[in-house]
């Protein structure tokens, strides 16, 4: 009996410190279960703040833009335009239209460079005719095998303008933000959206801020 006695000192000893363990135990994996909430709310929280930033991001140059090709009383570029050079010729002048974009802090210095690039067959054209002809001209056909854009607006393909846009589609791909936006019109308490065409914005992160990178135009029924 006596030689038994340690053996169940030991055992009971080890069923106390197994009862006291074990709601510690279970203490630590609820507190691990509340941070996991707390992380996944924290990450949720996150996503929708950032779909809110690329709502905003992804409308604001049509927002803009629509409102500038419909007032009267506003005079500042909308697109690139030419002056005269210094050779007599015409010559592209981007940065009044540019300055307008810088504004509105969601335009990256990408889509800038990327409107320069889209103009490049027209420029080119233009710096060979003299700038007493085409500032004398009333006759925009004159140029529009090279610059479209001079008989309708460039962003919206159509002489047309609309009352607004809105989104109809978000994807993210990768790092990338892809919005599709549709144009409406408003008459008489009464809004039309049409599907002539569809611009697709990508957004991306320039250093560290969510900006407008690219817009492509796709053809819609």
Same mark, same amino acid.
């Given at each position: 009996m006596m030689k038994k006695l340690p053996l169940l000192i030991l055992i009971a000893g080890m069923?106390?410190?197994l009862g006291?363990? #074990?709601p510690k135990a279970q203490e630590l994996t609820?507190?691990?279960m509340l941070k996991s909430d707390k992380t996944s709310l924290n990450q949720k929280k996150n996503k929708e703040?950032?779909?809110e930033i690329i709502k905003k991001v992804s409308t604001s140059f049509y927002d803009w833009y629509l409102k500038r090709i419909t007032a009267t009383d506003d005079t500042t570029a909308y697109r690139y335009f030419f002056v005269k050079g210094e050779n007599g010729k015409c010559?592209?002048?981007f940065e009044p239209y540019f300055k307008q974009l810088r504004k509105l802090k969601t335009i990256s210095r990408k889509f800038m460079d990327r409107e320069v690039e889209i103009a #490049?067959?027209?420029i080119i054209h233009m710096e060979n005719v003299d700038w007493e002809d085409y500032e004398s001209t009333t006759n925009a056909f004159r140029y529009i095998d090279f610059c479209s854009e001079f008989l309708s607006y460039y962003w919206i393909r159509s002489q047309e303008p609309y009352d607004g846009v809105e989104i109809i589609e978000m994807t993210k791909k990768g790092n990338a933000w892809f919005t599709t936006l549709q144009f409406y019109t408003d008459y008489e308490n009464k809004r039309t959206r049409w599907n002539y065409i569809y611009p697709i914005v990508k957004v991306?992160?320039?250093n560290g801020k969510w900006l407008m990178t690219e817009i492509t135009l796709k053809d819609g029924e």
């Open positions: 069923l106390f410190f006291i363990s #074990k609820a507190g691990n703040e950032e779909k010559k592209a002048n #490049k067959c027209c991306e992160k320039e």
